[in-house]
């Protein structure tokens, strides 16, 4: 059996998440990986993904229509090479989450969102009700499409492996769309959802002056990622790329800092997978309590500013 | 210009779901059912675009029990023109849902498909891609904000690094992030307005589609649950803890 990876890449290197999808592949077959973009940054891509531990060939797509993973171009790419494979896995990312629907209607499969363990060629298991049931599904098609999420499987090493690059074309550009520009968050901060430490901040912070005067420091002390919950980002506390959820961002630390987040479902869904749950709450009997391993009752203004000093 | 809004009849958002005893689903027996609130954004988005004179109708259509048919006189309280209720007693697949759209889309000709990203009871987020791929069109997944610019849309959508915007050839498909919009409540009026609007009532065989599943639900299950741990006394213990766990010097 042969997997075809999607590899996503930023600045020549492919993202962590995709180093866990190559995992997954890895427990369906041969993997080879595909690296879509442009340029130089691609090719550099492309030799790092060489690179994958359990890569055995990378497929480089090169073309100005693939820069921006618009998923009407990079879509019939995929679908063009997908005769010589059984599988086809995307990250559980908003790239793979937009490309991957499209490729698996183009092939007529109905797609398997979000998987969280492989357990044949033909069965995986998925989160349904955000979170709140876990689904085992059986595919009947000849050919599956999956979208991945990539705390549920561990890393591949970044090194280690050596395959061939081999280039491949597609049709380029769609004619149906183009990129207009990004507002890309710019921080010092680890990426949150490949972070080893997280400190979220929730609607107890009140504004987003104390969000930033209570929970940056923390974070910086600890060398953490700063997230957010959904009550926090839809009170204008944090930008929604911070949010932590269902319906955010899905991480999995070794520690989490939950700061003034009483722990709605919602929340849980995107961060209970983490090894060490710590919360600070002035509620002793918030829900954040129940999945913590680590709790401190009282005042968050008090209580963080000295943790952030003992540190 | 049309705009077809696709609406999915789910669990309330409200409601914890809970997973039935003998492994095959989720309980939704006595259950409050409400519009997914996705398409709910959908919605509200389609009625500004026509308040803004960028859209001249709206079409609502659903694909499901009859009892959708709540759901749909709920989209056109809050403002849609007229509803196509599929109905079908089966769950259907968001593959098979985009088939159908596909053909509603063919007969309506809508200059704008809007629906949202995901159903909160499947949590596929499937359907507007699906659609889109079928219908050989342009896809805005996530929006934030949709403009409506000549013969193009420009949709800003959340993507993990922050916002994206693309600019997309008319017709296209536009999917709803959380941030698009606040859905307005219908009013008592538009409510009894709403039960004079017409609601065609087809089922898949109308439109030829198969809607034979092609994932099969082995078993439903209550994810892990995590032990609670310890309370701790001080900020001293915690800092300690932290120290053990190696996250601090």
């Known amino acids: 059996m042969s997997v075809l990876v999607l590899i996503e890449h930023e600045a020549g290197v492919p993202k962590d998440a995709s180093l866990s999808t190559v995992t997954a592949a890895q427990k369906l077959g041969e993997v080879h990986a595909l690296v879509a973009g442009s340029g130089a940054e691609a090719r550099q891509a492309a030799d790092a993904a060489a690179k994958i531990a359990g890569v055995a060939k990378v497929l480089l797509a090169d073309d100005a229509a693939y820069t921006n993973m618009l998923a009407e171009n990079v879509a019939p790419l995929v679908v063009d090479l997908a005769g010589g494979y059984d599988a086809i896995l995307f990250n559980a990312t908003s790239i793979g989450k937009n490309v991957a629907p499209r490729v698996a209607a183009m092939l007529d499969v109905m797609q398997v969102s979000d998987v969280l363990s492989i357990e044949s060629a033909d069965t995986f298991t998925r989160p349904i009700y955000a979170g709140n049931a876990i689904a085992t599904v059986k595919s009947s098609d000849a050919r599956k499409v999956l979208t991945v999420r990539g705390t549920a499987f561990p890393k591949a090493a970044a090194t280690g492996g050596s395959a061939s690059v081999e280039s491949v074309s597609g049709k380029g550009d769609a004619g149906l769309s183009s990129f207009v520009g990004a507002e890309v968050s710019k921080s010092e901060r680890p990426e949150l959802t490949s972070a080893k430490v997280v400190v979220s901040g929730g609607r107890a912070l009140g504004s987003s002056e104390d969000f930033h ?18 009550a926090a980002v839809d009170a204008g506390y944090a930008p929604n790329d911070y949010q932590v959820g269902q319906t955010g961002k899905i991480v999995a630390p070794e520690v989490y800092v939950a ?51 003992k540190l | 210009m049309k705009i077809l809004v696709p609406v999915k009849r789910v669990i309330d958002y409200n409601v914890k779901p809970r997973v039935k005893m003998d492994g095959t689903g989720v309980d939704l027996t006595n259950v409050k059912m409400s519009m997914n609130p996705f398409d709910e954004i959908a919605v509200e988005e389609a009625i500004r675009l026509k308040e803004k004179g960028a859209a001249s109708e709206i079409v ?17 309280a809050m403002g849609t023109d007229r509803a196509i209720l599929i109905q079908t007693d089966e769950e259907v697949e968001p593959l098979a849902v985009a088939k159908l759209l596909k053909a509603v889309m063919d007969e309506e000709q809508p200059g704008i498909v809007l629906l949202g990203k995901q159903a909160i009871d499947d949590d596929s987020n499937q359907t507007g891609q699906m659609l889109a791929a079928l219908s050989g069109r342009p896809q805005g997944t996530f929006a934030s904000k949709v403009e409506v610019k000549g013969d193009k849309v420009e949709v800003t959508r959340e993507v993990d690094g922050g916002l994206e915007t693309v600019s997309l050839t008319l017709p296209a498909i ?8 606040e859905p307005r409540y219908a009013s008592l009026p538009n409510i009894m307005k709403a039960r004079t609007k017409p609601m065609a009532n087809k089922t898949p065989a109308d439109y030829g589609v198969d809607i034979a599943p092609r994932l ?7 994810p892990a649950k995590r032990q609670a741990g310890v309370k701790l006394g001080s900020v001293d213990e915690l800092v300690a803890k932290l120290k053990d766990l190696g996250v601090a010097k």
Do not use: C, W, Y
Not at chain 1, 264 to 270: E, F, N, S
Not at chain 1, 273 to 280: E, H, L, M, P, Q
């Open chain 1, 259 to 309: 700061i003034g987040i009483s722990g709605a479902i919602q929340h849980l869904a995107g961060m209970k997978d983490s090894k060490t749950i710590v919360a600070i709450n002035k509620d002793e009997d918030a829900p954040i309590f129940q999945v913590a391993d680590l709790g401190l009752v009282g005042d968050l203004f008090q209580i963080v500013p000295e943790l952030t000093a």
């Open chain 2, 216 to 222: 099969t639900t082995l078993k439903v299950e209550e």
């Open chain 2, 60 to 76: 609502a259509v659903s694909v499901g029990p009859q009892k959708a048919q709540d759901t749909l006189r709920t989209a056109l």
């Open chain 1, 213 to 230: 005067r209570v929970i940056d420091p923390l974070a910086d002390k600890l060398g953490a990622a700063v997230g957010a919950s959904r």
């Open chain 2, 174 to 181: 536009v999917t709803t992030d959380l941030r698009l919009n």
